[in-house]
């Protein structure tokens, strides 16, 4: 497996950062959650006057082989259904992108369905989906491998057209119990604690979910202290590829914007590999899937947006946008207690 060259942002500007956050006319921390995205942003550009170019959200499908196992509310051709909606513009996350001036692409990342060719979709599958992890390993390390580089690369020819700012979306059914499996290895915490009502399964079928993430736990807890190993054993080829695209992202030194319970749960494998990675990573929103709190309260990450979402597919990363430009807005645009000749603090 390649390694990524992730370092923590120099911190030599912060106090002028800060200061320039400070001496602007508001009461000293008034814009709050904006204030602290401005300085990330800042030392994530090495910049006083940071700006935000080519803003990309990549939305990564892949098809589960553990969906078989009755663990989704809906059946698996949804995935390569939504995938043809993404491109005929038709989903939530194309209506966002349009409506915030975000770059969209669609990325077939192994999804169980032969697309005719068409422009808009970035073929890059690697099998039709993964194998049933309640069986044995998702993917062997070669696809994974593969994912890793091709997300990698993708995210390289990104920056290389002006991007600084990125986010990942997926779309997979079966891929919340993927990402609860990662969160109860990764945050230790019990498997049971970490299985919500993904696309909507309640009652017997959620107990029924809870016992199959249960037995996958327990077949693949071994391989946790390798974490690319257990990785491989549990996660999609959507979610492999973005962890090599988040990676990429934090190489390159660009601001990431990491969605919901999903795109969380591939953080937090890239954390257990690179620590660093954290310094260029913004939380979108708080997802309502139920173990998403808990896995931001681990990352001690603060989310953005709170509005009871629980889709995927990077809207959390869309509807965040904005609010991220309005935090490099304050930065660039507003007067200082000086040049506006406003008295400071008493
Ligand atoms: O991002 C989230 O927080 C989120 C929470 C629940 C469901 N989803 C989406 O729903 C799909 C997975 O749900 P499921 O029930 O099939 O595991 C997948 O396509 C995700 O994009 C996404
Ligand atoms: C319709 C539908 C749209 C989605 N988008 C992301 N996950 C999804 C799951 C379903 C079921």
Do not use: W
Not at 28 to 56: D, M, N, R, Y
Not at 72 to 87: D, I, K, R, W
Request: some cysteine.
């Amino acid at each position: 497996m390649r390694t990524f060259n992730i370092h923590t942002p120099k911190d030599d500007l912060l106090t002028d950062i800060q200061n320039k956050i400070d001496y602007k006319t508001k009461p000293l921390g008034s814009l709050g959650l904006l204030e602290k995205i401005a300085a990330q942003i800042c030392l994530v550009q090495q910049s006083l006057t940071p700006t935000l170019s080519h803003p990309a959200i990549m939305v990564f499908a892949g098809d589960h082989g553990l969906s078989e196992e009755g663990v989704s509310a809906y059946p698996a051709e949804v995935t390569h259904q939504m995938v043809l909606n993404f491109l005929s513009g038709g989903a939530a996350i194309n209506a966002f992108c349009k409506q915030h001036n975000i770059d969209l692409q669609i990325v077939d990342a192994g999804v169980n369905h032969h697309f005719n060719f068409d422009p808009h979709l970035t073929d890059r599958k690697i099998a039709m989906g993964t194998q049933n992890s309640l069986k044995t390993e998702a993917m062997n390390q070669i696809d994974l491998e593969h994912a890793i580089n091709i997300g990698s690369s993708m995210v390289c020819h990104k920056v290389e057209e002006g991007c600084n700012i990125i986010g990942f979306g997926e779309m997979g059914i079966g891929n919340t119990s993927a990402a609860s499996l990662l969160m109860a290895a990764f945050t230790d915490t019990d498997i049971i604690d970490c299985v919500g009502r993904g696309t909507g399964v309640e009652c017997e079928a959620l107990d029924h979910k809870k016992e199959v993430l249960k037995q996958v736990f327990e077949k693949h807890q071994d391989k946790i202290k390798a974490p690319l190993d257990y990785f491989r054993s549990v996660a999609g080829l959507e979610m492999a590829m973005m962890l090599g695209a988040m990676l990429q992202a934090a190489e390159s030194k660009i601001t990431i914007m990491v969605d919901g319970f999903i795109a969380t749960s591939v953080f937090l494998t890239a954390k257990k590999l690179y620590p660093h990675i954290q310094s260029y990573a913004l939380f979108s929103h708080q997802s309502d899937e139920s173990g998403h709190k808990h896995m931001l309260e681990y990352l001690e990450a603060q989310p953005i947006l709170q509005l009871g979402m629980r889709l995927g597919e990077g809207t959390g990363c869309a509807m965040a946008y904005p609010i991220i430009q309005s935090s490099i807005q304050f930065l660039n645009e507003m007067a200082s207690f000086e040049s506006a000749q406003v008295s400071g603090q008493s």
